[in-house]
């Protein structure tokens, strides 16, 4: 038989039903019933053991990393990258439990991958009360740092795509401290999802150390990927490049000076905020960044959509609605840079 996710299954959709009225309290019943059905599918369709494990494995890392960050959704996290080779006397070193204590202090939660170097300096600012530790399974250099031993908040990851997710899906902002290959493959993943608009805009700050690491970087950023056209001057939004921890901490603050967050219905794009803009002000956004529009739309204040629905914490929110072009992302990390000036 060849399931569907359409309810045309027959007994199998009867028995699946019972199956979830068997259990008490599921959630959002009509999802939990496709990845049911995903799940049946996959048995069918595939006879080899190890894409089996898999897919097995990736479920039960997700389920578990989104039981351990529920409990914290309202709370701002900055997610911290950065080499496990670093040493605590290192000046970076020194600069990133500044940079971690300093957002504690004012209410943010650290996430880092849980091991040593940058990672355990995160932690050990923050403190293990305001941090989660997001650790790789690894022959070498990736055991988990004392400070997050025997933390609730630790999670072992076998895979590094899911735990790429949860840098990104959890975090309100991103710290990019000098590292190998990792930290690079981390930093450009998140570079490629905001220029993509695969995960929402949210600040990126390239913190420096002082032999120039991120200054050298941007050089060759900036000869040889932009001078062969491979980006465009506007992803020069997506990230900024400091060495003083402070200045990167307000380049956190101010993203969300009123700004909150966005959701996208096919072009139309729902931007919140925490207070109102005026006639004015909306026009001169029009006026400074008609790019991001379709031609002809205009950017107008607007109630919630009834597909908000699902977020009624945020129901309140005043909001400004456009008609999204899906191409400029960079100009629109620009744009609601702009819209906080307000």
Known sequence: MELSFKRRNGKIDDLIDTLMESVDAIHHPDMIREMIISALKSGQECDYLADLKLLNNTMKEMRYTTNVFAPYREKRKVTIFGSARTEPHEQIYQTCLRFSRKLADK???????GGPGIMQ??????????????????????????VML??????????????????????????????????????????????????????????DDNTGYWDRWFDFVKDCILGKGFISAEDFSIFTITRDEDEAIRVIEDFYRNYHSLRFFETRLIIRLTKELTTAQIEELENEFPEIRLPGTHICPCPPLPEEADEPNLLKLPRIALQFDHKHYGLLVAFIRRLNMF
């Open 150 to 207: 025997q933390n609730p908040r630790l999670i072992n990851y076998k895979y590094f795509f899911n735990r790429k997710v949860a840098f990104v899906k959890e975090s309100n902002a991103l710290a990019v401290f000098p590292g190998g290959f990792g930290t690079l493959d981390e930093a450009m993943e998140v570079f490629t999802l905001i220029q993509t608009g695969k995960t929402s805009p949210k600040p990126l700050v390239l913190i």
């Open 121 to 146: 300096a995160g932690n050990e600012g923050a403190g293990s009360e305001h941090s989660f530790a997001v650790n790789i399974r690894l022959p070498f250099e990736q055991q988990p740092n004392p």
């Open 107 to 113: 209410g943010f939660m650290i996430i880092t991958g």
